[in-house]
């Protein structure tokens, strides 16, 4: 009898045999990148109650905190008019005594095509509202995974997409990830970008209303008050998987909050 073999990917062992804190570039502070940043404190203290070094965060986003953004996002009436990566920088450095970085300014070459600074990172969490901004990244990502950094060697690439009731959190590999040999397991060292994969259907998806909320009613009508959050700990529980378990068979997921409806994505 011929034994099927499981698609997985094992997680690159620097992730769980690190000497030094994962460093992770978290690109975007609104609806749900607020809350990954909540996620990332907590996933720090828990690694490091278990003997591991811990995270290093450094948070992308030149905007402000508006009126519209209470109530849904991660800021209160007094922080209004304040830059919303230091406002959760220096809140999460206040509560764990970390000390991560805020970076007021889009995660973007400039116009001359250079780098942004400090924009290397072993993980970086996208987080961002428009199609072209992935694709900004995307762009970024695949010139640094051509650099020969070893200790901040870019490993892996989270994108959180969402619609008003509906969204998907996708993993992918900057380059490849060296694999096991196994008679066990289909072992897949690369995970596509979301922009190679999806990158019709984002296209497709893009929404053509980009103007800024004046209220928290009118925000609500765009989006979900629980989309945001719900996405961000499902996907923050698959970063999770790779550190605490070392492998993973599924790469991300769709996920319809109106229906309650889940739909992981395997590797294949």
Same mark, same amino acid.
């Given at each position: 009898?011929? #034994?099927?073999?499981?698609?997985?990917?094992?997680?690159? %062992?620097?992730?769980? &045999? +690190?000497?030094?804190? @994962?460093? /992770?570039?978290?690109?975007?502070?609104?609806?749900?990148?607020?809350?990954?940043?909540?996620?990332?404190?907590?996933?720090?203290?828990?690694?490091?109650?278990?003997?591991?070094?811990?995270?290093?965060?450094?948070?992308?986003?030149?905007?402000?905190?508006?009126?519209?953004?209470?109530?849904?996002?991660?800021?209160?009436?007094?922080?209004?008019?304040?830059?919303?990566?230091?406002?959760?920088?220096?809140?999460?450095?206040?509560?764990?005594?970390?000390?991560?970085?805020?970076? #007021?300014?889009?995660?973007?070459?400039?116009?001359?095509? %250079?780098?942004?600074? &400090? +924009?290397?990172?072993? @993980?970086? /969490?996208?987080?961002?509202?428009?199609?072209?901004?992935?694709?900004?990244?995307?762009?970024?990502?695949?010139?640094?995974?051509?650099?020969?950094?070893?200790?901040?060697?870019?490993?892996?690439?989270?994108?959180?997409?969402?619609?008003?009731?509906?969204?998907?959190?996708?993993?992918?590999?900057?380059?490849?990830?060296?694999?096991?040999?196994?008679?066990?397991?289909?072992?897949?060292?690369?995970?596509?970008?979301?922009?190679?994969?999806?990158?019709?259907?984002?296209?497709?998806?893009?929404?053509?209303?980009?103007?800024?909320?004046? %209220?928290?009613?009118?925000?609500?009508?765009?989006?979900?008050?629980?989309?945001?959050?719900?996405?961000?700990?499902?996907?923050?529980?698959?970063?999770?998987?790779?550190?605490?378990?070392?492998?993973?068979?599924?790469?991300?997921?769709?996920?319809?909050?109106?229906?309650?409806?889940?739909?992981?994505?395997?590797?294949?």
């Amino acid at each position: 009898m011929r #034994t099927v073999k499981t698609n997985i990917h094992f997680a690159d %062992s620097g992730l769980h &045999n +690190a000497t030094n804190p @994962i460093s /992770i570039n978290l690109i975007g502070a609104g609806g749900t990148g607020s809350k990954v940043l909540t996620a990332l404190m907590e996933m720090n203290e828990s690694l490091t109650a278990l003997g591991h070094p811990g995270l290093h965060v450094r948070l992308w986003d030149d905007d402000e905190v508006s009126q519209a953004n209470i109530g849904r996002q991660r800021f209160a009436e007094s922080e209004i008019g304040l830059k919303k990566a230091v406002t959760l920088i220096n809140r999460a450095n206040r509560w764990s005594g970390t000390f991560w970085k805020a970076e #007021t300014q889009r995660f973007e070459s400039n116009t001359y095509g %250079s780098l942004p600074n &400090n +924009a290397m990172a072993n @993980i970086f /969490i996208s987080c961002v509202d428009s199609v072209s901004s992935r694709f900004g990244i995307a762009e970024i990502l695949h010139r640094l995974g051509k650099g020969k950094e070893i200790q901040e060697q870019p490993l892996y690439w989270m994108d959180f997409g969402n619609g008003r009731n509906s969204g998907q959190v996708i993993l992918s590999t900057i380059g490849d990830i060296e694999q096991p040999s196994s008679e066990k397991y289909n072992c897949f060292p690369n995970l596509p970008f979301v922009t190679d994969e999806f990158g019709e259907m984002l296209k497709q998806s893009e929404e053509t209303d980009d103007t800024p909320s004046c %209220s928290l009613a009118e925000a609500l009508a765009k989006q979900d008050l629980y989309i945001n959050g719900s996405l961000a700990q499902m996907g923050s529980s698959l970063l999770w998987n790779l550190f605490r378990e070392g492998t993973t068979r599924y790469r991300g997921f769709f996920f319809n909050l109106k229906k309650f409806r889940l739909q992981p994505i395997p590797i294949s």
